[in-house]
């Protein structure tokens, strides 16, 4: 967290947000601007940039591949890998080395429970029991690593899968061995060359959305805000991060603040009657847009 | 690989087609992030490196002197293999170390009392010769941030492919060979500020071959670099006076 904000600066920012006023001109509901941009690293299998916010915070993310053996408890099965990075100055005098490190390991607890499983994973089987796809996601954030970031991080991690392509490979019995093999698949031209044939993974364009969305508690009403900068995010009594496809199908819910999910919350109105599907529908459908445009590139 | 046809013959191709003694493409661009003093992107090939320069004034430095702060990183997905313990690398810290000592030489310090010059470097592609990248990288930074500097820091990386002294290794090119070495050049006063030699056992007349080999390449990259700078300045007298 960057600064630490006092009471009466919390007064004004929870006044305004009742009102359904922000202090950079956006409404409750409104998401900051963000470009995305797919193919950027040339080495990984699969990447992204983006860059959101008026402060320009730019995040990179790549996904490279290893062939390993699964685990034992799910066979079929790969595996997939969050490293978070960030240009925190531990070294530096200004900034505390311990606090940047609670940040880092609570932001990849929360990819861990929200993207764990962001993709079919029984797609990365090559041979049950024996060789399985290992995805190490690499995520650089070029900023002090907070929680207002999360959202556009799974972005960038979406989109980052959309342009994800693996080697299409085939294992075979070698006799004289008796072990199993794993060779690559060429496909073969007349005029040119012949390379590996890369396939796209089917699962990867209903893959989940990170949302944030926190909440005020009040008498009349509760006030329920999405995508908070850090300012923001100190005022609320409860912030809940949804992985959300876009079939509207709920993938992890993470909570990061506030004691519990309060008997108050729960019952509230904000979870029954469709009230969560009408917030969250026009964000999804945006989102899709723009993502689709992104295919076509 | 490289087939000599003669011991010096300066028109043998290498593995990706280039003569002996010739650069890939550079590609230098200042003022690539906001919110920073200084910034900028180096390119040379596919190594691709970022450096971004934050000054603070703050009470918390009482000497008459500036800090100078270096934050070296090389990404986890920088190379073709996946490593995720590259930043407890010990070479990686005694690298970090030698470009503080040689810009700590370079920069004025003198001049900015109180502060804090924090440097963050990130390699984000690593097609060989990143270290020398890295430092280009530093100086068009700290020159975009307009910090007061003695002197020009140009770096370069050569090599030996068999008895023949090349420049600019690739990545293929830096396993095969026996011998690596790092120079960086200023470039007003003609001086060595850090060479670093990683061999097995080279002649000395091959040592000289190397040194006078990539002084001339550090000229080359330092006219590339000064047009860059020289784009961003009339730029930016342009927008002053036709506003």
Known sequence: MKQQ?????KVFIVDGLKQGIRRDGRG?????????????????????????????????????????????????????????????????????EEQSELNKNRLTSILNALYGNIINREELKVFEGQFCWFLNVDILVMEELSLQQIDFIGLAIRSAFLDFQLPSVNATLNNNTGKIEVGLVEEIYEDQENTDKLETLKSAKNS????????????????????????????FDQLLHISVDNNLRIYGIEQSKGRSLQS????????????????????????????????KY | MLELRHDNDQSTLRMNGRKLLELRDIKCQLDVMKNTSGSALFEIGNTKVVAFLQAQTLGVNQLNRGILNVNFFVTNFSAIEHRADIKKD????????????????VILLDLYPRSQLDLQVFVLEADGGYRSAAFNAVSLALMDGGIAMKDFVV??????????????????????????????????????????????????????????????????????????????????????YFK
Do not use: W
Not at chain 1, 69 to 81: A, D, T, V
Not at chain 2, 90 to 105: A, G, L, P
């Open chain 1, 5 to 9: 904000i006092c009471e009466n600066e």
């Open chain 1, 208 to 235: 989940p959305y990170i949302l944030s969305i926190g909440f005020i508690r009040d008498e009349a009403e509760d006030v329920v805000v999405i995508d908070a900068d850090d300012q923001e995010n100190q005022c």
């Open chain 2, 90 to 105: 010990i070479k990686m810290k005694e690298f970090t170390r030698m470009i503080k000592s040689v810009f700590e030489q």
């Open chain 2, 155 to 240: 770096a370069t990386t050569a090599g030996l492919l068999g008895n023949v002294g090349v420049i600019d290794l690739i990545y293929q090119e830096e396993k095969k060979q026996n011998c690596e070495f790092v120079l960086v050049h200023l470039q007003k006063a003609q001086k060595i500020a850090y060479v670093n030699l990683n061999c097995n056992k080279i002649r000395l007349s091959d040592f000289e071959k190397l040194m006078s080999i990539s002084v001339d390449s550090c000229d080359k990259i330092a006219n590339e670099m000064k047009t860059a700078i020289r784009a961003k300045l009339v730029k930016n007298i342009n927008s002053f």
């Open chain 1, 28 to 96: 409750n509901l409104d998401f900051r601007e963000f470009k995305i941009e797919l193919g950027t690293i040339p080495h990984a299998f699969g990447s992204s940039s983006l860059i959101f916010g008026e402060e320009d915070i730019n995040i990179i993310c790549a996904i490279k591949a290893d062939l390993q053996k699964p685990l034992p408890s799910e066979p079929n099965k790969g595996q997939i890998r969050f490293h978070l990075e960030s240009s925190q100055t531990g070294s530096s005098l200004f900034t505390r």
């Open chain 1, 264 to 295: 108050g919350l729960l019952s509230s109105k904000f979870f029954l009657q469709g009230n969560l599907t009408k917030i969250l529908k026009p964000k999804i459908i945006e989102f899709e847009r723009i993502s689709q445009k992104l295919i």
